[in-house]
């Protein structure tokens, strides 16, 4: 399994701030995804993370809100940009259970982000 | 597109018996992941089973088993012998194989265990 460590673990921020969110895995993987919880509500993805190309977004969520960085096959971030109060949520990263895109089967999670825009 | 449905938004037992959890899928894939994770108060999504769909053996972790009925699109999650530390909520999930590898999940479950 991976570990992955997902910085910060919370955060409060004020309107129109943004705010980077970090990954770091402790192995190899070729994709990384990003998911959003809204209070009470389901994981819903918001983009996966692709390593030396842009990430491919899901419909609903755009490159100007959520940029995301995947500088080496164990790295990533993603910014909330320009906050609203609309923006609060747990966001979580997850990885592939294996490097080779074919053995991957489940998929491990990091403890996640709870951000507060205030 | 894959959707997952999760009809109970609570469920609750009594410590020491047995709940079953309900989820059901659509999808045109023939192959492909289903999975129930566990998500307690400290937010970690935790992997709790998962089920290949070209296995017709239901998988089987301890306590915790699943009833896959494939062409129903069916995947239940049954607990036996209910701990406290199960409470959490609970989320069903698919996945392709091929292709996308993204998670879709259902709308989850809150399960409180009773002493």
């Known amino acids: 399994s991976a570990v992955i460590s997902q910085k910060p673990s919370r955060d409060i921020c004020q309107r129109g701030t943004s705010l980077t969110i970090q990954c770091q895995v402790d192995s190899q993987v070729t994709m990384m995804f990003w998911y959003r919880q809204q209070p009470g509500q389901s994981l819903t993805l918001i983009a996966t993370?692709?390593?030396?190309?842009?990430?491919?977004?899901e419909s609903g969520f755009v490159i100007d809100k959520f940029p995301i960085s995947r500088p080496n096959l164990t790295f990533s971030t993603l910014t909330v940009s320009n906050m609203s109060p609309e923006d609060s949520s747990i966001y979580l990263c997850?990885?592939?259970?294996?490097?080779?895109?074919?053995?991957?089967?489940?998929?491990?999670f990091g403890q996640g982000t709870r951000l507060t825009v205030v | 597109a894959q959707t997952v449905t999760q009809s109970q938004p609570e469920m609750s037992v009594q410590e020491a018996e047995t709940v079953t959890l309900s989820c059901t899928y659509d999808?045109?894939?023939?192959?492909?992941?289903l999975f129930w994770y566990k998500q307690p108060p400290s937010r970690q999504m935790i992997l709790v089973i998962r089920q290949e769909a070209y296995k017709q053996q239901n998988a089987t972790e301890n306590r915790f088993s699943v009833n896959f009925q494939k062409a129903a699109k069916s995947f239940s999650l049954k607990i036996s012998d209910s701990q406290l530390g199960d409470a959490a909520m609970y989320f069903c999930a698919y996945r392709r194989i091929q292709g996308a590898q993204k998670l879709v999940f259902g709308q989850g479950t809150r399960l409180t265990i009773n002493p």
């Open positions: 999808t045109s894939e023939s192959d492909y992941y």
């Open positions: 993370a692709n390593q030396g190309s842009e990430a491919t977004y």
């Open positions: 997850s990885v592939g259970s294996h490097r080779d895109r074919s053995l991957n089967t489940e998929a491990f």
